[in-house]
């Protein structure tokens, strides 16, 4: 199978990348700005192609059986500061993924959905550009799909945790600053008020859920997440010493929505590991 992985190189990319190369009957192709993306990150048997999404049909020559739509703007507060990066890597470059699969017939497109929308109920959607953006995103995906016949399945993420996951930085994890941190023996630092609720979910369990929403899934509404949550101060305390408080951001939305029915109907997905078991073992590499 001829696969394009756009983000290839980013966090849960790479690890997307890693996993599809193993099939030696796939061909995988990646297309990355390096926004965000590393060249550490770089999958033996990969190919790598430097380009934005906006211009995907220069860069794309041989039409791909699936794509893996995962390169967009990813950081809820930095998109204040940062909504033009927000409207160009997230509505210009999808709106441009999506003609290219409506003018080359691709036989499915994947798209990484933002749980932000399903939050607050339902209000998490408008609380900041980047939410916004991936919310309107969702819906011209399936727009294409009713219009053009565009096949697609929207996954959502919810918090991902795992190798890889960005430590320093405006587009750092919380997970990733918690463990930067508690390393170096200084303060955690919480955004207030500290009880805002959050569901992780390791980076494994997310690329399985996501080729398996490549394989059998259809539509959208494909949450990958846990039904265990907890707020943000409860995983500082995990992490153990002092935590300071920060002022609150904007966009920093309070509650967590997740619905696995059609995840686990359709995909048979569940979580097979807990942030709680990633922050011990974290802990005894450092005690």
């Known amino acids: 199978m001829h696969i394009l992985v756009t983000g290839g190189a980013g966090f849960i990319g790479s690890h997307l990348c890693e996993v599809l190369v193993r099939n030696?009957?796939?061909?995988?192709?990646?297309?990355?700005?390096?926004s965000t993306g590393k060249e550490e990150n770089h999958?033996?048997?990969?190919?790598?192609?430097?380009?934005?999404?906006?211009?995907i049909e220069k860069h794309i020559t041989h039409v791909p059986d699936i794509i893996y739509h995962l390169g967009e703007y990813a950081r809820t507060s930095?998109?204040?500061?940062?909504?033009?990066?927000?409207?160009?890597?997230?509505?210009?470059?999808?709106?441009?993924?999506?003609?290219?699969?409506?003018?080359?017939k691709v036989k499915k497109i994947v798209y990484?959905?933002?749980?932000?929308?399903?939050?607050?109920g339902g209000d998490g959607r408008n609380q900041s550009p980047y939410a916004w953006t991936k919310a309107t995103n969702t819906e011209l995906v399936q727009r294409y799909g009713e219009w053009f016949g565009v096949p697609y399945a929207?996954?959502?993420?919810?918090?991902?945790?795992g190798g890889r996951e960005m430590e320093e930085g405006p587009y750092a994890t919380l997970i990733g600053i918690f463990k930067r941190l508690r390393r170096a023996g200084e303060p955690l630092t919480v955004v207030s008020p500290g009880t805002q609720i959050r569901s992780f979910t390791h980076v494994d369990?997310?690329?399985?859920?996501?080729?398996?929403?490549?394989?059998?899934?259809?539509?959208?509404?494909?949450?990958l997440g846990p039904r265990e949550s907890f707020t943000v101060n409860d995983i500082a305390k995990m992490y153990g010493g002092e935590i300071t408080m920060l002022p609150e951001k904007p966009g920093d939305r309070k509650t967590v929505a997740i619905d696995l029915k059609k995840t686990e109907h359709d995909?048979?997905?569940?979580?097979?590991?807990?942030?709680?078991?990633?922050?011990?073992?974290f802990l005894n590499t450092i005690d």
């Open 24 to 34: 030696s009957e796939n061909t995988v192709i990646s297309l990355d700005n390096y």
């Open 43 to 55: 999958i033996e048997g990969v190919t790598y192609i430097t380009g934005h999404t906006k211009d």
């Open 78 to 104: 930095e998109s204040f500061n940062e909504p033009d990066k927000a409207w160009e890597y997230n509505t210009q470059g999808t709106f441009n993924v999506l003609e290219f699969c409506r003018k080359n």
């Open 112 to 120: 990484a959905g933002s749980s932000t929308k399903l939050a607050d």
């Open 154 to 161: 929207i996954v959502y993420f919810y918090n991902v945790f």
């Open 205 to 223: 369990d997310i690329v399985r859920g996501i080729i398996l929403a490549g394989e059998k899934g259809s539509g959208d509404g494909y949450c």
């Open 267 to 281: 995909l048979g997905w569940k979580v097979e590991n807990s942030v709680k078991d990633y922050i011990a073992e």
